[in-house]
T-cell receptor
Framework: AQTVTQSQPEMSVQEAETVTLSCTYD???????LFWYKQPPSRQMILVIR??????QNATENRFSVNFQKAAKSFSLKISDSQLGDAAMYFC???????????FGAGTTVTVRA | GAGVSQSPSNKVTEKGKDVELRCDPI?????LYWYRQSLGQGLEFLIY????????KSGLPSDRFSAERTGGSVSTLTIQRTQQEDSAVYLC?????????????FGPGTRLTVT
């Protein structure tokens, strides 16, 4: 079984500042994948960033980066230079190479203050 | 190219009625997934299709729920005798094939309200 925990229901950040969202996971698999999805009010889930467990280097995508701590089973998302368009619910998700379904955390709502 | 589309966008139905939700995956994607997003349960997996076959229906909450996929493309999720607890957003996703390394592309979802 795979479980994903997001302990921050809500986070608020000032425009242009940085915010970090926490995620921990649990899996018995050795080959797995971690994701951060963004869900704006339009409901469309958009992939923000992904991390392959076998890669030691933390993934980055423009202003988004992760801190992947494999031993601690932690996968946090950092949003730098926050923009108003970053306001959304963010979900951490996990799957393994021989699986297909995503297991999601409860989500963190990010509010960006102008 | 076109993304995953779902219809209707919103559906209000009376308790006890049947509803059909439709998903059009990205062209060429052989894997298709249904998820449900509700306030109480968060995001939960319902069913996975590889082609027209559903090797995993383990997430379907009851026998009132069924799904099919035809022509390796469009999928329909049917809920019979709807209950108020079925109220949720139903999300569909597709990927080039099944397997964790492939990104799942989501549709905008169908918001179902059972009155």
């Amino acid at each position: 079984a795979q479980t994903v925990t997001q302990s921050q229901p809500e986070m608020s950040v000032q425009e242009a500042e940085t915010v970090t969202l926490s995620c921990t996971y649990d899996t018995s698999e050795s080959d797995y994948y971690l994701f951060w999805y963004k869900q704006p009010p339009s409901r469309q889930m958009i992939l923000v960033i992904r991390q392959e467990a076998y890669k030691q280097q933390n993934a980055t995508e423009n202003r988004f980066s992760v801190n992947f701590q494999k031993a601690a089973k932690s996968f946090s998302l950092k949003i730098s230079d926050s923009q108003l368009g970053d306001a959304a619910m963010y979900f951490c998700a996990q799957t393994s190479s021989n699986d297909y379904k995503l297991s999601f955390g409860a989500g963190t709502t990010v509010t960006v203050r102008a | 190219g076109a993304g995953v589309s779902q219809s209707p966008s919103n559906k209000v139905t009376e308790k006890g009625k049947d509803v059909e939700l439709r998903c059009d995956p990205i062209s060429g994607h052989t894997a298709l997934y249904w998820y449900r997003q509700s306030l109480g349960q968060g995001l939960e997996f319902l069913i996975y299709f590889q082609g027209n076959s559903a090797p995993d229906k383990s997430g379907l909450p009851s026998d009132r729920f069924s799904a099919e996929r035809t022509g390796g493309s469009v999928s329909t999720l049917t809920i019979q005798r709807t209950q108020q607890e079925d109220s949720a957003v139903y999300l569909c996703a597709s990927s080039p094939t099944g397997g964790g390394k492939y990104e799942q592309y989501f549709g905008p979802g169908t918001r179902l309200t059972v009155t």
